[in-house]
């Protein structure tokens, strides 16, 4: 029985032995597979030069249109200062406001002082040059002191809009009220950033002291 078992145990490893002989036509495709092996190897190569994020905004060089500046990437919020800060290709933009500005006035008549608030829808459209800007108020009817001395339309308009910074603007404003007086200012225009800007009139007429100040948000 012994040596039955033993034959019998020489015997299989024999099986295998021509299996092995079998397994030799899978090897040619295995070597075959060791191509697709190399291809991979390849990839790996195209894995070490991975663009780097060396400003670590979260955004990598290839995307980051200044990959040393981490206030700079794609989305980032764009400021008028002659910087692409969001990537779009476009330094700074063109863009148009709106906003109401409040509007405080005090006028005299006879030695006695009117004091006004006014509501003024503003629109502005800006580009890197210059700017256009109309601020229009309306004094209402029943304002009696108001329509006397402000008129019942005031337009407030900077007189020569040209930007000499691109996040300021400083200059000549004029004041035109629709009961006849054109009166000359200065106004000063802030943008913070490329959604914001402010704006502040002072005059001084002969019956006026004159105040506004508002916030131009772009829609
Ligand atoms: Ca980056
Ligand atoms: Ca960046
Ligand atoms: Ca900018």
């Known amino acids: 029985m012994l040596l039955l078992i033993s034959l019998a145990c020489i015997g299989e490893p024999q099986e295998p032995d021509s299996g092995i002989l079998v397994d030799t036509e899978p090897d040619t495709g295995l070597e ?18 991975e663009p780097r994020d060396r400003d670590e905004d979260g955004f990598a060089e290839d995307v980051d249109c200044d990959d040393l500046n981490a206030e700079i990437f ?16 476009v330094v700074d933009a063109s863009g148009e406001y709106s906003a109401t500005i409040e509007i405080s006035a005090s006028g005299w008549f006879e030695g006695e002082r009117h004091d006004f608030e006014l509501s003024c829808p503003t629109t502005m459209t800006r580009d ?5 800007m109309e601020v229009v108020c309306t004094t209402p009817e029943t304002d009696y002191w108001g329509m006397l001395l402000l008129g019942e339309l005031l337009t407030i308009v900077p007189d020569d ?36 800007a402010r704006l502040t009139v002072e005059l001084d ?12 948000r772009r829609p």
Request: hydrophobic content about 25%; overall charge negative; some cysteine.
């Open 32 to 49: 075959d597979t060791g191509d697709t092996g190399d291809t991979g190897q390849d990839t790996g190569d195209t894995g070490t030069s």
């Open 74 to 89: 794609p989305g980032a919020t764009e400021t008028f200062d002659g910087v692409d800060q969001d990537c779009d290709g």
């Open 128 to 132: 890197l040059v210059d700017f256009e």
């Open 161 to 196: 809009p040209y930007l000499w910074e691109l996040d300021k603007w400083e200059g000549p404003t004029v004041v035109t009220s629709s009961n006849g007086w054109d009166t000359m200012g200065e106004g000063v225009l802030v943008w913070q950033d490329m959604n914001t």
């Open 205 to 216: 007429t002969k019956y006026l002291d004159f105040d506004g100040t508002g916030k131009l």
